[in-house]
């Protein structure tokens, strides 16, 4: 379920074929600039069809370990993703774990599927566009501030993302949502030592360039596909990359209190 609907398994007649598909209740979403239609593009990372494969974040606690190599894999196709949709002038605004799945979960190479569009716009030239919504840990500054919104907000939650993919912590959480809030809009974050022990110097400043306040300062997606951490530029980072590993107690303990929580 989401923002504005709920989500059933269905299977079309003429094919066989499973999807995911979300009911909504279309007065609620009025104000939206996104039609509920443009939601169905022909990415294969974003097309809704046969989603069997779980959270990922559900896939990876499973995992003995993962390497910053293995956890790119992922992150590539979520970028690539979310590339697709910026060159469309369409933001998603609510990314985190539990709108990023999997298609399938027992084959070599799983593909990512991003879903839950009820807050997506898209974004016209001239036209400012604010809102409040969002996950507190998740959004940017700009949100909770009530400042014009843009693509560079998706960008500050795959910063997040990242972060609690390598360390298993979430780097504004605070003790209530205010406290939440109020890291966010202060940028108060810092790589623990006990957490990112293993965590290679070009992972830190991946999440460094997205993690920033000024949402025009931020990477791109489409600059974060070019970046040393996720495309290297020598063998040297490839190997720093494969040495490098996720926190797995601490991604485990992380994935546990969100599942509780739900």
Known sequence: SGHFGVVKRCRERSTGTF?????????RCRGSRLGVAELTVPSPVLAPRRISGGELFDFIAEK??????EA????GQILR???YLHARRIAHFDLKPENIMLQEKDVPKPRIKIIDFGLAQRLEDGVTFKSLCGTPQYIAPEVINYEPLSSATDMWSIGVITYILLSGLSPFQGETDAETLSNVVAGAYEFEERCFSQTSEMAKDFIRQLLVKEPGHRM????CLVHPWIKPLSRKQAANRSRSSINMKNFRKFNARRKWKV
């Open 19 to 27: 999807y995911a598909a979300k009911f909504v209740k279309t007065r």
């Open 64 to 69: 003995e370990m993962l390497s910053e190599e």
């Open 72 to 75: 790119i894999e992922f992150l």
């Open 81 to 83: 993703g979310v590339e």
């Open 220 to 223: 791109t997606a489409t600059e």
